[in-house]
C-alpha cells in the first residue's frame, strides 16, 4: 500500500510541477474598472501574460475587449491606497514585483478620466492650449502680412 501511495504522490508532485513550469513564465493579472469609471465592466477578467514583456499587451487586451473605448488611462494600486498611473512601456515583471497583491495577482485597473491629477496641471494645461492658439493666430496674421491679404 504504502508503495502506492507513495508512487501516486510522486505523480501528483510531477504534475503540480509541471503546470507550475508552465505557468512560471507567465503573470496573473486581473483586470478591474476603477471605481468612478464610465467604463463597463469585463466579464472574464483573469488573464496570464509573459513576464517579459511590456504592459502594452496588457492594455490593448483590455482596450480590444472594450472595444475600442476612447480615453483609456491603467492604474494598479498602492501599499497606500493611492492609485499610479501605468506607461505602456513598463516590464510587466518589474510592475508586478512592485505591486501584486495579497493574493498573487496583479490588479490592473482601468478608467477614462485621470485621476490624482492636481488642479495646477489643469492650470498649466490651458494656459498652454492658450498660448498655442495666441501664437497660431499670430503666425496667420503674419502670412497673410506678407503674402499681402492684409
Not at 53 to 60: C, D, E, I, N, R
Not at 72 to 87: C, D, E, H, I, S
Not at 113 to 118: A, F, G, P, T, Y
Not at 124 to 130: D, E, L, R, T, W
Amino acid at each position: 500500500m504504502d508503495k502506492v501511495n507513495a508512487e501516486e504522490e510522486g505523480l501528483i508532485n510531477r504534475k503540480q510541477n509541471k503546470e507550475f513550469s508552465a505557468c512560471k513564465n507567465y503573470i496573473p493579472v486581473i483586470v478591474e474598472p476603477y471605481p468612478q469609471t464610465k467604463l463597463k465592466k469585463i466579464d472574464d477578467n483573469k488573464w496570464l501574460f509573459n513576464k517579459d514583456s511590456t504592459l502594452y499587451p496588457v492594455m490593448y487586451k483590455i482596450h480590444e475587449t472594450l472595444n475600442g473605448a476612447k480615453n483609456m488611462y491603467f492604474y494598479v494600486k498602492r501599499q497606500n491606497g493611492r492609485y499610479a498611473l501605468l506607461k505602456h512601456e513598463n516590464k510587466l515583471q518589474l510592475v508586478f514585483k512592485k505591486y501584486k497583491s495579497n493574493d498573487g495577482f496583479l490588479h490592473v485597473y482601468y478608467h477614462n478620466d485621470m485621476i490624482n491629477r492636481s488642479k495646477l496641471l489643469d492650470y498649466c494645461f490651458y494656459f498652454a492650449q492658450i498660448v498655442i492658439a495666441f501664437y497660431l493666430v499670430l503666425f496667420i496674421y503674419g502670412y497673410l502680412k506678407m503674402h499681402e491679404y492684409i
